[in-house]
């Protein structure tokens, strides 16, 4: 191949020095002096001319190869083959063709990038390049030549791009390609029905240029828009006005189609020139009403002249048509986007012609196409959203300016916001009542193609079904509450029945869809919720099946490729919701249908495949039943519920059947949920005895169950755990009436129940202690309610196994120690301390208020004091967690789990030596964890800084005292801050070798710059642990900023105050690649300007001093963040800090200062007036005019416009003027 597609195709390859030269054409020139008297540069204009003759010479010199006479004499083909650069060898035609495709498309990708640059931009660089020679000068006219040359070069490339996408017969001669540089070249890719890679044929099956491709092709227009707009508005009146509006009935229209589309998408782009917009709004009545409306109404009755179909049959002609019909409604939704067109200017502009927009719409909707369904979709939700949208903008008032063709003084005089709205509402009601009467007429096809299977078209008329009724209610409820008369809340009965169909398809799609909908016009007008609640029963059914050969439960596909995740999702949302609807206006019907269905199902067939069917029917009821329980959500619902004997007769068929339920896992998982829904029913009923005995028949189900293959198959698929809600249920039970538990013999029954649940896990059967925990919890909590005679033997009884299955695993993990064996029962041990962990926090957690979690004073849960008759046998653990501390914290198991256990054990009095001694015990254990792990565990790290975070929470205020002076403490409380603060200093030592760079090398530096400027970058792996260790200080530090900031100023490592030191560290955390450490360190800093106002003069002065220090490189690196750096989740704490640093009064010194200094670096692209808003912005947060919020706004805004490629023409884009006038008045 020649250079230039020698260079593409190397790129496309991978080569990097290849794509490295196409980066550099892109972006530089080169200037060539070789001839004194004749300098030339040598760019991306250059570049795209030459290769775009290389790909025309190279078709040409193919079909010469191609077109050979089988019996040419073999000189002749040799001197053929001599004269081309394409092998000896004849390529496959088709082979050949898609090669090019790939080249053009890069080609044209490369195009369209250095045409969104402005001519100027590109003078600019040539500028450059003259200058940057060293060895010759050029003059003024030499210099003004080489510019006028490089827009000259343009213009050709863009004539050449132009005639290719606007006239066809460039490359669909069937004599031969006509270049579009006046040479005729012509090559056959085939025959008519080849159609590869997108690149359309012509009516006869001629030869055709690979410029044909359809990717190509709409890039070409895209270029030709991207020029235009970056040239500059008046650039885009002269190309829309000159070029394509007058030429509109010979150009393709698809490519007129195209050019308006690119058009608006490239006005919208942050860096198109300032005006752009208005331009475009000026330009909306000649597009729409000349180009995209008679475009759209001409596809939609399939009587388009577009000469780019395929061939001149029936079949191929509609479907062109259906292609330019999605083309042109896609293009108007992102005009309409742009612009700010409504439907109802729309109708206005489209009456001029002599058409009806909404006609045209409803003609669209007989399409079969789907792309023409969710084309027009999008186009009509969003048209509708903006008509109804709360308050009218600004960029709406000047459309509606340059329609009615007024200046703006006139028109502000004529129109207010409100009048504007008030009009288009009104006239959007009489257009969605077409729409809506229109999308009713629908359903006959939606039947007739239902039948035939055609599943597709299907789904895209319930898409459009679905969208328009929620508009016209959404414009109800506003009309309403503006006084205006209402849009009819019930549909006409055709879009209704329309919508009933398509929620009786059996694909979980189209049902979904419409069943969002459906509800919305449930009343007590109409008996819809009676119709509705039979259908949702049968859809809450999960698909199965029987294994003809086993005979086993299994879950199905629906016919229509559904999975089960899918159907989960559908009923957990979109049947529950409906089902919630028909609830509130039907609450009789309901719940009567519900417990005839469950007696139905508990009381029928016992054969084992009716059994299968019904459990799973069953399954259903029990779900409606159990989502009920959701939706009396408030005390007052659950006061009013009058439907008991319902309930009852509901409960009592389930407690004398099981068959049904002990035949399928997820039945009994169902069951289970239902009885948490439902506790405060069974604890207002006093039928706790009811379903105390169904509680622990569900969970001896679910235990048994899951010991079945078919059953654990069941379980998998669909991410359930029976178990586990088996005993959730339990936890519930026991939390609305632990009384009833602490008689003596329900106490034992309950703790003889927890020994089963336990003992199948210690028999090797793969229960998680995840799933038995929460029974522990409640079994716990009952055991605190009971006389303290009685609390030892039952916490004894209660830990018993978990103490038994410790000491087992120990003995095996010491003897396999050598082997490796032993490692793999570490998760098995963690797990077992993840239970005793929180058993412990049970014990040590209580709610302040009523016995009854029920009632409405409930209260957060509060810290206590470990039970002292807990303590005796949790001290019977101690050995073997201190042996697991030492030896194996580096699992992360064991590590997660110990963490959890020794936070739930910290006293929260210390009145006594036993406390005290209880804390040394944990430091200690905390002390051994730190020293035996390794330097870069940072999962040890982080649970001992948990773990003192969880202190400081209990003890902060203790510790605050020691720090204060003129506070008289006792000799525990001293001896408690000791111990912390060894602790502390033990952290703090664990993180100086991985955190070294950023603690030592950062405090040095001062204001925030990299940490690495003279060595390399330490490895990911330990920027990964540095990283977290820092994550982890920081979130502790924040808390004892919180809780004890005058002890926090005054702890020290070493001779150095410790927030001297970390403080630094954090101006690093703010631009770190890790997303938490970012947000933490944000957090952080804005403490400590919270503490710069403290009452206590130490520690205003202290975190004076510090923020002061490293005040300028924290807003270096926020403000570089908001030009684009940041990810959206640290929009809003990053600008807290800042709002924080700029309205402290005794941080407001060389604020200023810093803020000009800062703004002036390369990385705030959007120009001068752009920082000088910025600066008053922040003199606005100084001088508290403007709020947390209002900052917020504003950064986002910069931050939004900063995320763009286009750098060089932000400050004249039209995006940084919108800022400009928005903020500037605001402010």
């Known amino acids: 191949m020649e250079p230039a597609l020698d260079v593409i195709g190397r790129a496309l390859n991978g080569d990097e020095g290849a794509r490295a030269f196409l980066e550099r054409t892109s972006s530089i020139y080169v200037l060539d002096v070789t001839d004194n008297s004749n300098p030339k540069t040598y760019g991306c204009w250059n570049f795209i001319h030459q290769a775009l003759n290389e790909i025309e010479r190279y078709e040409s010199k193919l079909l010469a190869m191609l077109q050979q006479p089988k019996n040419a004499s073999p000189a002749a083909t040799a001197t053929t083959a001599a004269a081309t650069t394409t092998p000896t060898t004849t390529p496959p035609p088709d082979a050949v063709r898609d090669a090019l495709v790939h080249h053009v498309r890069l080609l044209a990708s490369m195009a369209l990038r250095v045409a969104r640059r402005p001519p100027q931009g590109d003078r600019a660089i040539v500028a450059t390049c003259i200058s940057n020679a060293s060895d010759y000068h050029c003059s003024p006219s030499q210099s003004q030549w080489l510019f006028d040359l490089n827009l000259e070069l343009r213009e050709i490339v863009m004539g050449r791009i132009a005639a290719m996408a606007f006239d066809f017969s460039f490359h669909r001669s069937q004599s031969g390609i006509t270049s579009s540089n006046g040479v005729s070249s012509t090559i056959n890719h085939g025959s008519s029905n080849n159609n590869n890679n997108g690149v359309n044929n012509t009516k006869s099956g001629g030869p055709q240029s690979v410029f044909a491709d359809h990717v190509v092709m709409d890039t070409f227009n895209a270029i030709l828009a991207a020029n235009a707009v970056s040239t500059g508005p008046s650039a885009v009146r002269h190309f829309a006005t000159e070029w394509i509006i007058p030429s509109s009935r010979n150009i393709p229209v698809s490519a007129l189609i195209s050019i308006a589309h690119h058009l608006a998408l490239e006005g919208m782009r942050p860096a198109s020139p300032a005006g752009t917009m ?247 007008k109409n008996l819809l919720a009676r119709e509705l609640i039979p259908l949702l029963q049968r859809k809450a059914i999960m698909p199965h099946g029987i294994n003809s050969e086993t005979g086993d439960l299994t879950l199905v596909l629906d016919q229509y490729g559904s999975g089960v995740d899918e159907f989960l999702r559908f009923r957990q949302t979109v049947v529950a919701d409906a089902l919630r609807t028909c609830w509130e206006y039907e609450p009789e019907a309901y719940i009567d249908s519900c417990t005839s269905a469950i007696e139905e199902f508990c009381t029928a067939g016992t054969k084992a495949e009716t059994t299968h069917n019904l459990s799973f029917h069953l399954e259903a009821a029990l779900f409606c039943v159990e989502s009920l329980g959701s939706f009396l959500d408030s005390e007052e619902a659950r006061s009013s519920f009058a439907y008991s004997d319902q309930f009852s ?426 997303t938490s450490l970012a947000r933490t360190s944000m957090l952080f800093l804005t403490t400590l300007c919270e503490l710069s106002t403290h009452d206590n003069e130490a520690v205003q002065k202290a975190m004076i001093d510090n923020l002061t220090q490293i005040r300028k490189g924290v807003v270096t690196r926020l403000l570089m963040g908001f030009c684009g750096k940041f990810v959206s989740t640290l929009l809003s704490p990053a600008s807290q800090l800042l709002h924080t640093l700029a309205s402290k009064m005794a941080l407001r010194l060389d604020f200023e200062t810093d803020m000009v200094a800062i703004l002036k670096q390369e990385y705030f692209l959007l120009g001068d007036d752009a920082k000088n808003l910025t600066l008053s912005v922040f003199r606005g947060c100084a001088q508290g005019t403007i709020s947390a919020t209002e900052l917020e706004t504003f950064l986002c805004q910069v931050w939004k416009i900063h995320r763009t490629d286009d750098f060089s023409l932000l400050p004249s884009s039209d995006a940084v003027a919108r800022l400009l006038q928005r903020f500037s008045l605001e402010t």
């Open 278 to 524: 208005d331009m475009l709004q000026q330009l909306s009545i000649p597009i729409s009403s000349m180009v995209l409306v008679p475009a759209m109404a001409d596809a939609a009755t399939d009587n388009s002249n577009e000469d780019e179909m395929s061939s001149g049959s029936g079949r191929d002609s509609h479907a062109g048509n259906s292609r330019i019909l999605a083309k042109a409604l896609a293009a108007l939704n992102v005009w309409c986007t742009a612009t700010t067109l409504t439907l109802p200017q729309l109708k206005h502009i489209s009456s001029k012609i002599h058409l009806d927009i909404v006609d045209v719409l409803n003609d669209a909707m007989y399409s079969d196409s789907s792309k023409v369904v969710d084309a027009l979709a999008d186009f009509i939700e969003h048209a509708m959203e903006s008509t109804f949208e709360e308050t009218v903008s600004d960029d709406r008032m000047n459309q509606v300016r340059h329609i009615i063709n007024v200046n703006e003084s006139a028109f502000r005089a004529s129109f207010s916001r409100d009048q504007l709205m008030v009009i288009e509402q009104k006239e959007m009601a009489a257009i969605l009542e077409q729409l809506v009467s229109a999308v009713g007429l629908q359903r006959i096809r939606f039947l007739e193609r239902q039948n035939q299977g055609d599943v597709e078209v299907c789904r895209n008329l319930a898409a459009w079904a679905r969208r328009s009724p929620p508009l016209g209610l959404d414009y109800s409820k506003k009309s309403q509450a503006a006084g205006e008369p209402l849009l009819q809340h019930v549909p006409e009965r055709g879009l209704l029945e329309f919508l009933l169909k398509a929620a009786h398809h059996p694909s979980v799609h189209i049902c979904g869809m419409t069943l969002n909908v459906i509800p919305s016009f449930v009343s007590n």
């Open 649 to 1074: 007769r509901s409960m009592a068929a389930v407690s004398q059947n099981t068959i049904s339920i002990t035949s399928n896992p997820l039945t009994v998982m169902r069951l289970a949920l239902l009885l948490q829904r439902w506790t405060f029913w069974f604890h207002k009923s006093q039928k706790l005895g009811v379903v105390v005995d169904l509680a622990a028949s569900t969970l001896t189900y679910a235990l048994q169950l899951g010991e079945l293959p078919y059953a654990q198959g069941l379980v998998e698929e669909t991410n359930s755990n029976p178990t586990k809600e088996a005993c959730i249920a339990f936890e519930e039970l026991i939390s609305v009436s632990i009384d009833h538990f602490t008689a003596t013999d329900k106490l034992s029954a309950l703790l003889a129940l927890w020994e089963s649940v336990y003992s199948q896990r210690m028999d090797g059967r793969q229960v998680p202690v995840e799933s038995i925990e929460p029974l522990g919890r409640g079994v716990c909590s009952v055991i605190l309610r009971t006389p303290e005679n009685v609390q030892k033997d039952a916490f004894c009884s209660l830990l018993a196994c978990t103490k038994q299955s410790v000491d087992h695993l120990m003995v095996l993990i010491r003897d396999e120690a050598d082997s490796g064996k032993g490692r793999s029962l570490l998760p098995l041990m963690g797990g077992e301390l993840r239970l005793l962990a929180a058993i412990v926090k049970c014990s040590t957690t209580s709610h302040v208020g009523t016995v009854d979690m029920m009632d409405e004073d409930e209260t957060s849960p509060v810290r206590t004091g470990l039970s002292p008759h807990l303590a005796p046998v949790i001290q019977q653990f101690w050995p073997s967690i201190e042996v697991l501390a030492s030896n194996y914290c580096s699992n992360r198991d064991i590590s997660s789990s110990m963490g959890a256990l020794l936070s739930a054990l910290i006293p929260i009095t210390l009145q006594n030596e036993d406390a005290m001694a209880y804390l040394r015990g944990i430091s200690s254990v905390v002390s051994s964890m730190l020293a035996a792990s390794p330097t870069d565990d940072v999962e040890v790290f982080d649970e001992a800084s948990q773990f003192l975070k969880e202190w400081i929470v209990i003890h902060g205020k203790d510790v605050e005292k020691t720090a204060s002076s003129g506070m008289t403490v006792d000799s525990s409380c001293e001896e408690m801050v000791q111990t912390f603060q060894k602790a502390l200093v033990e952290l703090i030592a664990k993180a100086e070798p991985c955190l070294n760079s950023s603690l030592v090398d950062l405090q040095v530096q001062g204001q925030g710059e990299a940490a690495f400027e003279s060595r390399p970058p330490p490895s990911r792996e330990a920027e990964h642990s540095s990283f977290n260790c820092l994550r982890a200080l920081l979130d502790l530090l924040q808390t004892m900023g919180r809780l004890c900031p005058i002890y926090l100023m005054n702890v020290k490592v070493g001779s150095e105050h410790l927030i001297r030191r970390v403080a630094g560290s954090s101006v690093v955390g703010l631009s770190a690649s890790d």
